[in-house]
């Protein structure tokens, strides 16, 4: 597992820099990363990811709903968004070294 980039998501979230919910849906033209858990389902992941793609957003599907709420001290989240664009780099490259070992 990633721990590292799921400890980097809970430090991101204490500082104010990640969306859930309703704040990532209004807001999606400022989120840099967006993470949609793997067992997301439904019209709105669809919806979520077409409009990741027309924003340009980089999009991880990687960690299930509960491993992204208990990142941040949620029991689930299907979708989070990273609104800091250096740390949304950072995330992608820790993501990168983590699922390629």
Same mark, same amino acid.
């Given at each position: 597992?990633?721990?590292?980039?799921?400890?980097?998501?809970?430090?991101?979230?204490?500082?104010?820099?990640?969306?859930?919910?309703?704040?990532?849906?209004?807001?999606?033209?400022?989120?840099?990363?967006?993470?949609?858990?793997?067992?997301?389902?439904g019209s709105l992941k669809e919806d979520m990811l077409?409009?990741? *793609?027309?924003?340009? /957003?980089?999009?991880? $599907?990687?960690? @299930?709903?509960?491993?992204l709420g208990s990142s941040i001290g949620y029991s689930?989240?299907?979708?989070?968004?990273v609104t800091d664009k250096k740390a949304a780099v *950072?995330?992608?490259? /820790?993501?990168?070294? $983590?699922?390629? @070992?």
């Amino acid at each position: 597992m990633a721990y590292a980039e799921l400890n980097f998501l809970g430090i991101l979230n204490r500082g104010g820099r990640t969306k859930i919910g309703e704040p990532l849906i209004r807001g999606l033209d400022k989120i840099k990363l967006l993470y949609v858990a793997t067992d997301a389902k439904g019209s709105l992941k669809e919806d979520m990811l077409r409009k990741a *793609k027309n924003e340009r /957003i980089v999009v991880i $599907e990687f960690f @299930s709903k509960e491993q992204l709420g208990s990142s941040i001290g949620y029991s689930e989240v299907a979708y989070l968004g990273v609104t800091d664009k250096k740390a949304a780099v *950072k995330l992608i490259e /820790i993501h990168g070294k $983590e699922t390629a @070992s």
